[in-house]
T-cell receptor
Framework: DAMVIQNPRYQVTQFGKPVTLSCSQT?????MYWYQQKSSQAPKLLFH???????NEADTPDNFQSRRPNTSFCFLDIRSPGLGDAAMYLC???????????FGPGTRLTVT | DQQVKQNSPSLSVQEGRISILNCDYT??????FLWYKKYPAEGPTFLIS?????DKNEDGRFTVFLNKSAKHLSLHIVPSQPGDSAVYFC????????????FGQGTILTVHP
């Protein structure tokens, strides 16, 4: 089945220790997104890639970076995680920017 | 500034009855609206969408209604089933080439057998 896969599902990292979250898709979609969702809040878009073009949201902290080495994979790098970065991180894809987005199961990040 | 609001944090419905989930928005530039369902420990699953050129879209048990003048949309589930119990998010995006979705906070739907 075509799908959006996120690894790992649960990640624990230490304060200030860099961490990378992974997303892959078998849908061959052009667009990949990263969202942050904190408890009881709406998902918040961090950035997206349209093909190789990176688009950062204006209020995304510099601490968050992303890489998309090919169509199938996209990574979220948090350079120096703080306690406030503990959240669920959702990856999504869409065929085009105007199309519906399909989400992965998310990675729950804990910062100790 | 919360541009998409779901004012009911939770809704409880009996199996077989109608579930009505509501969503209000403030940004008049929004022209495409989506509903997502989310089970615990899973990502949101796309349910149904509607463009601003329509006022109703139906897919099986799910119908979305859009009232542009009131900046209000609703999701109707008929008949409701226990498996529909989940968190429901509405989302909206503007009519530009940029596909950023703005989500509401979600409504927890519980369908009792």
């Amino acid at each position: 089945d075509a799908m959006v896969i996120q690894n790992p599902r649960y990640q624990v990292t230490q304060f200030g220790k860099p961490v990378t979250l992974s997303c892959s898709q078998t849908l061959n979609h052009n667009v990949m997104y990263w969202y942050q969702q904190k408890s009881s809040q709406a998902p918040k878009l961090l950035f997206h890639y349209y093909d190789k073009d990176f688009n950062n949201e204006a209020d995304t902290p510099d601490n968050f970076q992303s890489r998309r080495p090919n169509t199938s994979f996209c990574f979220l790098d948090i350079r120096s995680p703080g306690l406030g970065d503990a959240a669920m991180y959702l990856c999504a894809t869409s065929r085009e920017l105007q199309a519906a987005q399909y989400f992965g199961p998310g990675t729950r990040l804990t910062v100790t | 500034d919360q541009q998409v609001k779901q004012n009911s944090p939770s809704l409880s419905v009996q199996e077989g009855r109608i579930s009505i989930l509501n969503c209000d928005y403030t940004n008049s530039m929004f022209d495409y609206f989506l509903w997502y369902k989310k089970y615990p420990a899973e990502g949101p699953t796309f349910l149904i969408s509607i463009s601003s050129i329509k006022d109703k879209n139906e897919d099986g048990r799910f119908t979305v209604f859009l009232n542009k003048s009131a900046k209000h949309l609703s999701l109707h589930i008929v008949p409701s089933q226990p498996g529909d119990s989940a968190v429901y998010f509405c989302a909206a995006r503007p009519g530009t080439s940029y596909g950023k979705l703005t989500f509401g906070q979600g409504t927890i739907l519980t369908v009792h057998p």
